[in-house]
C-alpha cells in the first residue's frame, strides 16, 4: 500500500500540471501515463506483500490444524486402550479385549476378558428385553428383578469410566491390557509438537493445550450389533447406525434410557461443532484437543512500524476405535438324572410351577477357594457358609434360585441371545429335546429314597460319628444343613456325586423303604410290581416287630430281676437274648429297606415274608413278666414260638444273606429310566442350541470360589400313574457366575468353569446324533452351529497340546497351540475355547411319601422304633407298665453282657442267624 506521503506527491503533482496551460496536450498525456503506471505498479505491490503475508497466516494457521488433529486422534486411540476394574463387572474399557491380556489376571493367574462399556449396557439392555418376555410369558419377575438390578449396576460402571478416561486426559495416567501405563496427555503433546516444526514464526501458547472428554450433539457411531430379532429389538430407525446403536442418543427399553458410546472401526476425526460436555446420562468417548498459537507476519505492523503476532486458536475432535467382545459365552446345563419330573415339561413349567414357587432352597457360598478343593495344595476350603441371594427374598424359593441362575447365564453370554430363541426356549418341551446318540446306552438305575446327602450306614447299620454324613431321618433340614458344614471326605464325596448326576445315596432323606415306580406310576420292588398294601405290610411287620422286641426287653429284664429259680433266669436270659436279636436285625433292616426292596419284597399266604429267598418271620406279640418267668411268652410268629425259646431255634430273618451285608448292602433300585441331562448354549448367530446327553462335559467342576450353590430337600410334590402315591423330588443349583468382578468373583472372578476336557467342543463324544431308523451316526462338525468352529479360533487358538486331566488328582493344565503350528505369544484364559459352565440345575431323587401302615403301634420309616421321638416310651404289659428302650438303651458288639436296673448280670446266647454278637440293653430304670 502507499504511505501517506506519496499520496501527497501525487496530489501536488497533479496541481502543478493543472497550473500550466501553456505545455501541449502530448506532455499532458505522457504525465498521465506516468501517473497511472505508478498506481499501477503500487497497487501490484500492496497485493504480492498482502499475498504473502496472508499465505503466511493461512500456512501457520493450517499446519496448526494438521498438528492438533494428529494429537486428538492420537489421545482418542489411547483412550481405548485404558483400563479400569470396575467394582462390580471387573476389567473394563471402551473397547472389548479377549483374556489375554497380562495386567488382568485373576487370582487363579489366568487372564480374564475385559468388556468394553457399550457391551455392558448393550447386555444390561438386552437382558431387560429378555426378563421382560420372562416376566410376561411365565408370571415370575425373578430375572426382571435381577436384569433391573444390572441396568444401575452398567450405569454407574459407564460413569466410572467416565471418571478415569476424563482424569487421564487432564494429565493422569492408567494402565492398559498388559498393564503398561497410558498417559493420553503425554502422547498427544508430544503428537502436536512434533507437526509444529515445519512453522516459522510465533510459538505456542504456554499452557494452552489441553484434552477434554465429551460426546457429540448429533449422535455417532459404534460397533455394537441391535438385538436381533429386528421387531423385537425396541429401535427406532433414528437410534441405529448400519445395523448398530447409535452412540449419544437415547436407546430405551423396558422404561430405563441407555445411552452408548462413540466408537469407530479406525480412530477417525469427527465435528467439533457438535461437541459436547459430560452430563450425567451419557458415556462419553470423543477427545477435543485445543491450544493456541501465535503466528508473527513480517508485514504487519502497528502504528509505531512494529510486529503484530496474530492468535491461532484450533480445536481438533476424534473418536476412538475397538474391538468387538467374542468371547465364548457360558453354558446352561439342565439335569433329571432320575427322570422327567411330571407335571414339568418345560423351562416355562420350572418358572410357574405353584411348588417350586413355594418351595424354598437353602443357599450357600464357597469360602476359601473352590469347594470341593481339587488342588492338593489348596488351602483348606469349606462349603458352605449360609448365605443369600442379593435382591431375592430370603430363603429363595426354587423358582427364585433357577431364575438366578438363568439369568446370570444370559449375562454371561453378554450381546449374544436372540430375543426369539430365548422365547423359545422357554416352551421347548424336554421330550422334544434331541439326545446325542448314546442316549440308548443311558438306561439309568435310580433309588427311589437314597438318603439325604449322607454316607450309607456300615455293615451294622451305624451311621454316627465323626465326619460321617448321615442324615437318616427324622433329621431336621438344619441337622442336614449342619452336616453338609461340617464337610469331610463324605461332604466332598456326595457333592461329586450330585455334581456328575451319579445316582448313589446322597440326595434327599430317607423316610420311607426304597421303592421303584415305573413309568406308568405303578409300584415297584426288585423290578416286580408291589402294591401299596405289600409295602405297608412289611413296614408294620418291622416296625411291630421292633417295637414287640423292646418291650420283650424291658419285660425280660424286670423279670430276671424277680427270678427264683434257674428255669425262670434261663428263660429271662433267652428272652432278653431273642428281644435284643429282633431288636438289632429289625433296626438293620428299617436302616437297610433299600437293599431289600431292591431284592424284592414277596408278601407269602402265611403273613411271612420273603426278601431274594430269604424269610422275614414278625414277632408282633410282646409278653408280660409273668410269661416270660414261666417261659409262656408267646412271640406270635408262624410257628408260636416263644420269646424265652433256645435262641438257637428262634427265628426272625433267616436265610443266606443277611441284610446289613457290606456287599449286598450297596446295591440299588434297578428301575430303568432315561438320564435326561440337556446343555444350552448360543451359535453364532444367538440361536439357542439344546442337546440331550448321556454325560455332560461339566460333571467334576466344584462350587467355584464366592459362588453359589443351593438345596431345596423338598423342592416339588408329584403323583401321577396308577400309584396314589406322592413323590418329593430335591432340587439343587451350581450357579458360577453369580458374583463377578475381580473384586468380589472369587480367585477366578465368576468366569464359567472350565470344562473336562478343556476343548469338549471339539471331542466326538458331544457330536453324536441318532438318524430316523435311532441308529447311531456321528455328526459333521457343521451340523452343530454351536460347535461347528471352536470359540477361540478367531484368535488362532487349537486344542491343547497335551496336560488337561480333571478330577481326582486336581487340575493339570496344558498350553493351547497356535493354528499355524508352535507355540502362542499369549495364552487365553483356559475356559475360552469352548465356554464353561455357567449355571447347572438338577431336579432329581424322587423320594417316597408313604402312609402310615394301619394298626403300627409306630410309623418308624427310616429309623429305629421305640426311640424317643418315635415311638411310646412306656408298654403296658399284663398290667405292668414298662419303659421301653430307647436307641441309645442297647448296642451291638461280641462278648456283651446285660444287667437290670438292680445289677443283676446275663450272658446272652450267640446270634444263630449271623455272627454278630448281641448285647442286651441296660434300661434306665424300670417300673
Given at each position: 500500500?502507499?504511505?501517506?506521503?506519496?499520496v501527497?506527491?501525487?496530489?501536488?503533482?497533479g496541481?502543478r500540471l493543472?497550473r500550466r496551460?501553456?505545455?501541449?496536450?502530448?506532455g499532458?498525456?505522457?504525465?498521465?501515463l506516468?501517473?497511472?503506471?505508478a498506481i499501477t505498479?503500487g497497487?501490484?505491490i500492496?497485493?504480492?506483500?498482502?499475498?504473502l503475508?496472508?499465505?503466511?497466516?493461512?500456512?501457520?494457521?493450517?499446519e496448526?490444524?494438521?498438528a492438533?488433529e494428529?494429537a486428538?486422534?492420537?489421545?482418542?486411540?489411547?483412550l481405548?486402550?485404558?483400563?479400569i476394574?470396575?467394582?462390580?463387572?471387573g476389567?473394563?474399557s471402551?473397547?472389548?479385549?479377549?483374556?489375554?491380556?497380562?495386567g488382568?489376571?485373576?487370582?487363579?493367574k489366568?487372564?480374564?476378558?475385559?468388556?468394553?462399556?457399550?457391551?455392558v449396557?448393550?447386555?444390561?439392555?438386552?437382558?431387560?428385553?429378555i426378563a421382560?418376555?420372562?416376566?410376561?410369558?411365565t408370571g415370575?419377575?425373578?430375572?426382571?428383578t435381577l436384569?433391573k438390578?444390572d441396568v444401575?449396576k452398567a450405569?454407574?460402571?459407564a460413569?466410572s469410566?467416565?471418571a478415569?478416561?476424563a482424569?487421564?486426559?487432564?494429565g493422569?495416567?492408567?494402565?492398559d491390557?498388559?498393564?503398561?501405563?497410558?498417559?493420553?496427555?503425554?502422547?498427544a503433546q508430544?503428537?502436536y509438537?512434533?507437526n509444529l516444526?515445519?512453522?516459522t514464526?510465533?510459538d505456542?501458547?504456554?499452557?494452552?493445550?489441553?484434552?477434554?472428554l465429551g460426546?457429540?450433539e448429533?449422535?455417532?457411531?459404534t460397533?455394537?450389533?441391535l438385538p436381533?430379532p429386528d421387531n423385537?429389538a425396541?429401535?427406532s430407525p433414528?437410534?441405529?447406525l448400519?445395523?448398530?446403536y447409535?452412540a449419544f442418543?437415547?436407546?430405551?427399553?423396558?422404561g430405563?434410557?441407555f445411552y452408548?458410546?462413540g466408537?469407530?472401526?479406525q480412530?477417525s476425526l469427527?465435528?467439533?461443532?457438535q461437541?459436547?460436555?459430560?452430563d450425567?446420562k451419557r458415556a462419553?468417548?470423543?477427545?477435543?484437543?485445543e491450544?493456541?498459537?501465535t503466528i508473527?507476519?513480517?508485514?504487519s505492523q502497528?502504528?509505531?512500524?512494529e510486529q503484530?503476532s496474530?492468535?491461532v486458536?484450533?480445536i481438533?475432535?476424534?473418536q476412538?476405535?475397538?474391538?468387538?467382545?467374542?468371547?465364548?459365552?457360558?453354558?446352561?446345563?439342565?439335569?433329571?438324572?432320575?427322570?422327567?419330573?411330571?407335571g414339568?415339561?418345560?423351562?416355562?413349567?420350572?418358572?410357574s410351577n405353584?411348588d417350586?414357587n413355594?418351595?424354598t432352597s437353602k443357599v450357600?457360598t464357597a469360602?476359601g477357594?473352590?469347594w470341593?478343593?481339587?488342588?492338593?495344595?489348596d488351602?483348606?476350603?469349606?462349603?458352605l457358609?449360609?448365605?443369600?441371594i442379593p435382591?431375592?427374598?430370603?430363603?429363595?424359593?426354587?423358582?427364585?434360585?433357577?431364575?438366578?441362575?438363568?439369568f446370570?447365564?444370559l449375562?454371561?453370554?453378554r450381546?449374544?441371545p436372540?430375543?426369539?430363541a430365548i422365547?423359545?426356549?422357554?416352551?421347548?418341551?424336554f421330550s422334544?429335546?434331541?439326545?446325542d446318540?448314546?442316549q440308548?446306552y443311558?438306561?439309568?438305575v435310580?433309588?427311589?429314597?437314597p438318603?439325604?446327602?449322607a454316607?450309607k450306614?456300615?455293615?451294622?447299620g451305624n451311621?454316627?460319628?465323626?465326619?460321617?454324613?448321615?442324615v437318616?431321618?427324622p433329621?431336621s433340614q438344619?441337622d442336614r444343613?449342619?452336616?453338609?458344614l461340617?464337610?469331610?471326605?463324605d461332604?466332598?464325596s456326595?457333592?461329586w456325586?450330585?455334581?456328575?448326576?451319579?445316582?448313589?445315596?446322597h440326595v434327599?432323606?430317607p423316610?420311607?423303604p426304597?421303592?421303584?415306580?415305573?413309568d406308568?406310576g405303578?409300584?415297584?420292588?426288585g423290578?416286580?410290581?408291589i402294591?401299596?398294601?405289600?409295602?405297608?405290610?412289611?413296614?408294620?411287620?418291622?416296625s411291630?416287630s421292633n417295637?414287640?422286641a423292646?418291650?420283650?426287653l424291658?419285660a425280660?429284664?424286670?423279670a430276671?430281676?424277680v427270678?427264683?429259680?434257674?428255669t425262670?433266669?434261663?428263660n429271662?436270659?433267652n428272652?432278653?437274648t431273642n428281644a435284643?436279636?429282633v431288636a438289632s436285625?429289625?433296626?438293620?433292616?428299617?436302616?437297610?429297606?433299600?437293599?431289600?426292596?431292591?431284592k424284592?419284597?414277596q408278601?407269602?399266604p402265611d403273613?411271612r415274608f420273603?426278601v431274594?429267598?430269604?424269610?422275614?418271620?414278625?414277632?408282633?406279640m410282646?409278653?408280660?413278666?409273668a410269661?416270660?418267668?414261666?417261659?409262656?411268652?408267646?412271640s406270635?410268629?408262624?410257628n408260636n414260638?416263644s420269646w424265652t425259646a433256645?435262641?438257637a431255634s428262634f427265628?426272625?430273618?433267616k436265610?443266606k444273606t443277611?441284610?446289613?451285608?457290606k456287599?449286598?448292602?450297596?446295591?440299588q433300585i434297578?428301575?430303568?429310566?432315561?438320564?435326561?441331562?440337556?446343555?444350552?448354549?448360543?451359535?453364532?448367530?444367538?440361536?439357542?442350541?439344546s442337546t440331550?446327553?448321556?454325560?455332560?462335559?461339566?460333571?467334576y467342576?466344584?462350587?467355584?470360589?464366592?459362588?453359589?450353590y443351593?438345596?431345596?430337600y423338598?423342592?416339588i410334590k408329584t403323583?401321577?400313574g396308577?400309584a396314589?402315591?406322592?413323590l418329593?423330588?430335591?432340587?439343587?443349583?451350581?450357579d458360577?457366575?453369580?458374583t463377578?468382578?475381580?473384586n468380589?468373583?472369587?480367585i477366578h472372578a465368576?468366569?464359567p468353569?472350565?470344562g473336562?476336557p478343556?476343548d469338549?467342543?471339539?471331542v466326538d463324544?458331544?457330536?453324536?446324533?441318532?438318524?430316523?431308523?435311532?441308529?447311531?451316526k456321528?455328526?459333521?462338525?457343521?451340523?452343530?452351529?454351536a460347535r461347528?468352529k471352536a470359540?477361540g479360533?478367531?484368535?488362532?487358538i487349537?486344542?491343547p497340546v497335551?496336560g488337561?486331566?480333571?478330577?481326582?488328582?486336581?487340575?493339570a493344565?496344558?498350553?493351547?497351540k497356535?493354528?499355524?503350528?508352535g507355540?502362542l505369544?499369549?495364552?487365553?484364559?483356559a475356559?475360552?475355547?469352548?465356554?464353561?459352565l455357567?449355571?447347572?440345575?438338577q431336579?432329581?431323587?424322587?423320594?417316597a411319601?408313604?402312609?402310615?401302615?394301619s394298626?403300627a403301634?409306630?410309623?418308624p420309616?427310616?429309623g429305629?422304633v421305640g426311640?424317643p421321638?418315635?415311638?411310646?416310651?412306656?408298654a403296658?404289659?399284663g398290667g405292668?407298665?414298662?419303659r421301653?428302650p430307647?436307641?441309645?438303651?442297647?448296642?451291638i458288639?461280641?462278648?456283651?453282657?446285660?444287667?437290670?436296673d438292680?445289677?443283676?448280670a446275663?450272658s446272652?446266647?450267640?446270634d444263630t442267624?449271623?455272627s454278630t454278637?448281641?448285647?442286651a440293653?441296660?434300661p434306665?430304670?424300670?417300673i
Amino acid at each position: 500500500m502507499f504511505s501517506k506521503s506519496g499520496v501527497d506527491r501525487v496530489s501536488r503533482m497533479g496541481s502543478r500540471l493543472q497550473r500550466r496551460p501553456g505545455k501541449s496536450a502530448r506532455g499532458v498525456k505522457g504525465n498521465t501515463l506516468v501517473l497511472v503506471s505508478a498506481i499501477t505498479i503500487g497497487l501490484l505491490i500492496a497485493i504480492v506483500l498482502f499475498a504473502l503475508n496472508y499465505g503466511r497466516l493461512l500456512g501457520g494457521s493450517t499446519e496448526h490444524l494438521t498438528a492438533i488433529e494428529a494429537a486428538s486422534l492420537a489421545a482418542a486411540q489411547d483412550l481405548s486402550r485404558v483400563v479400569i476394574n470396575d467394582d462390580y463387572y471387573g476389567y473394563i474399557s471402551l473397547s472389548d479385549y479377549p483374556p489375554i491380556g497380562l495386567g488382568t489376571k485373576a487370582a487363579d493367574k489366568e487372564p480374564l476378558p475385559v468388556l468394553s462399556i457399550n457391551t455392558v449396557l448393550a447386555t444390561a439392555r438386552l437382558d431387560m428385553i429378555i426378563a421382560q418376555n420372562v416376566k410376561d410369558q411365565t408370571g415370575d419377575s425373578t430375572v426382571f428383578t435381577l436384569a433391573k438390578a444390572d441396568v444401575a449396576k452398567a450405569r454407574a460402571a459407564a460413569n466410572s469410566l467416565n471418571a478415569t478416561l476424563a482424569s487421564v486426559l487432564n494429565g493422569g495416567t492408567a494402565k492398559d491390557l498388559d498393564g503398561n501405563t497410558v498417559d493420553p496427555l503425554a502422547h498427544a503433546q508430544k503428537v502436536y509438537q512434533s507437526n509444529l516444526t515445519k512453522l516459522t514464526g510465533g510459538d505456542v501458547v504456554v499452557n494452552s493445550f489441553k484434552l477434554s472428554l465429551g460426546y457429540l450433539e448429533n449422535g455417532s457411531t459404534t460397533l455394537t450389533d441391535l438385538p436381533k430379532p429386528d421387531n423385537q429389538a425396541q429401535v427406532s430407525p433414528d437410534q441405529q447406525l448400519d445395523g448398530h446403536y447409535k452412540a449419544f442418543v437415547s436407546v430405551p427399553a423396558c422404561g430405563e434410557d441407555f445411552y452408548f458410546a462413540g466408537i469407530a472401526r479406525q480412530p477417525s476425526l469427527v465435528d467439533a461443532r457438535q461437541f459436547r460436555d459430560p452430563d450425567s446420562k451419557r458415556a462419553c468417548s470423543i477427545v477435543k484437543a485445543e491450544a493456541d498459537h501465535t503466528i508473527t507476519a513480517s508485514l504487519s505492523q502497528g502504528d509505531n512500524g512494529e510486529q503484530v503476532s496474530h492468535p491461532v486458536h484450533s480445536i481438533a475432535c476424534a473418536q476412538p476405535s475397538g474391538n468387538t467382545d467374542m468371547s465364548p459365552p457360558g453354558v446352561l446345563t439342565l439335569g433329571f438324572p432320575n427322570g422327567l419330573v411330571p407335571g414339568i415339561n418345560s423351562i416355562k413349567d420350572i418358572f410357574s410351577n405353584g411348588d417350586l414357587n413355594t418351595n424354598t432352597s437353602k443357599v450357600f457360598t464357597a469360602q476359601g477357594g473352590d469347594w470341593p478343593s481339587t488342588f492338593p495344595g489348596d488351602p483348606s476350603t469349606s462349603l458352605l457358609a449360609p448365605g443369600n441371594i442379593p435382591g431375592i427374598s430370603n430363603p429363595p424359593s426354587v423358582t427364585q434360585t433357577f431364575g438366578t441362575g438363568f439369568f446370570h447365564w444370559l449375562r454371561a453370554a453378554r450381546t449374544r441371545p436372540k430375543i426369539s430363541a430365548i422365547d423359545s426356549m422357554l416352551t421347548q418341551n424336554f421330550s422334544a429335546i434331541p439326545d446325542d446318540g448314546s442316549q440308548v446306552y443311558c438306561a439309568q438305575v435310580f433309588p427311589f429314597c437314597p438318603p439325604a446327602f449322607a454316607k450309607k450306614p456300615d455293615n451294622q447299620g451305624n451311621t454316627a460319628g465323626g465326619n460321617d454324613f448321615a442324615v437318616m431321618a427324622p433329621t431336621s433340614q438344619a441337622d442336614r444343613d449342619a452336616a453338609w458344614l461340617a464337610g469331610g471326605a463324605d461332604a466332598k464325596s456326595s457333592y461329586w456325586s450330585v455334581a456328575a448326576n451319579l445316582d448313589v445315596s446322597h440326595v434327599a432323606p430317607p423316610n420311607s423303604p426304597a421303592l421303584e415306580l415305573a413309568d406308568d406310576g405303578s409300584l415297584r420292588s426288585g423290578g416286580k410290581d408291589i402294591t401299596l398294601a405289600d409295602v405297608q405290610a412289611f413296614q408294620n411287620a418291622l416296625s411291630a416287630s421292633n417295637t414287640a422286641a423292646l418291650a420283650t426287653l424291658a419285660a425280660a429284664n424286670k423279670a430276671a430281676s424277680v427270678a427264683t429259680t434257674l428255669t425262670e433266669t434261663t428263660n429271662a436270659t433267652n428272652a432278653i437274648t431273642n428281644a435284643a436279636l429282633v431288636a438289632s436285625r429289625s433296626h438293620d433292616m428299617v436302616n437297610n429297606e433299600q437293599w431289600l426292596t431292591g431284592k424284592g419284597i414277596q408278601v407269602l399266604p402265611d403273613g411271612r415274608f420273603k426278601v431274594n429267598g430269604d424269610i422275614v418271620t414278625s414277632h408282633p406279640m410282646p409278653s408280660d413278666v409273668a410269661s416270660i418267668l414261666g417261659g409262656t411268652a408267646n412271640s406270635g410268629d408262624i410257628n408260636n414260638t416263644s420269646w424265652t425259646a433256645d435262641p438257637a431255634s428262634f427265628d426272625f430273618y433267616k436265610g443266606k444273606t443277611a441284610p446289613n451285608d457290606k456287599d449286598k448292602q450297596d446295591e440299588q433300585i434297578t428301575a430303568e429310566a432315561g438320564k435326561y441331562l440337556f446343555l444350552y448354549e448360543f451359535d453364532a448367530t444367538g440361536q439357542v442350541v439344546s442337546t440331550n446327553l448321556c454325560t455332560l462335559p461339566f460333571q467334576y467342576v466344584p462350587v467355584s470360589h464366592n459362588q453359589i450353590y443351593t438345596v431345596s430337600y423338598d423342592a416339588i410334590k408329584t403323583q401321577s400313574g396308577k400309584a396314589p402315591l406322592p413323590l418329593t423330588w430335591a432340587a439343587t443349583m451350581r450357579d458360577e457366575t453369580a458374583t463377578i468382578g475381580l473384586n468380589h468373583g472369587g480367585i477366578h472372578a465368576g468366569q464359567p468353569m472350565l470344562g473336562d476336557p478343556a476343548d469338549w467342543c471339539r471331542v466326538d463324544t458331544f457330536f453324536n446324533t441318532v438318524n430316523g431308523k435311532g441308529s447311531k451316526k456321528s455328526f459333521k462338525k457343521d451340523d452343530n452351529k454351536a460347535r461347528s468352529k471352536a470359540k477361540g479360533d478367531y484368535l488362532g487358538i487349537d486344542s491343547p497340546v497335551k496336560g488337561w486331566s480333571g478330577h481326582g488328582n486336581g487340575w493339570a493344565y496344558g498350553k493351547w497351540k497356535s493354528k499355524k503350528g508352535g507355540a502362542l505369544t499369549q495364552q487365553p484364559r483356559a475356559a475360552f475355547f469352548c465356554g464353561g459352565l455357567s449355571c447347572d440345575f438338577q431336579i432329581r431323587s424322587p423320594m417316597a411319601i408313604l402312609p402310615a401302615p394301619s394298626g403300627a403301634a409306630v410309623v418308624p420309616p427310616g429309623g429305629l422304633v421305640g426311640g424317643p421321638s418315635l415311638g411310646p416310651a412306656f408298654a403296658n404289659i399284663g398290667g405292668v407298665n414298662l419303659r421301653i428302650p430307647n436307641t441309645f438303651n442297647y448296642t451291638i458288639g461280641p462278648g456283651a453282657k446285660s444287667s437290670d436296673d438292680t445289677g443283676a448280670a446275663q450272658s446272652p446266647g450267640p446270634d444263630t442267624q449271623t455272627s454278630t454278637k448281641v448285647q442286651a440293653p441296660v434300661p434306665n430304670s424300670l417300673i
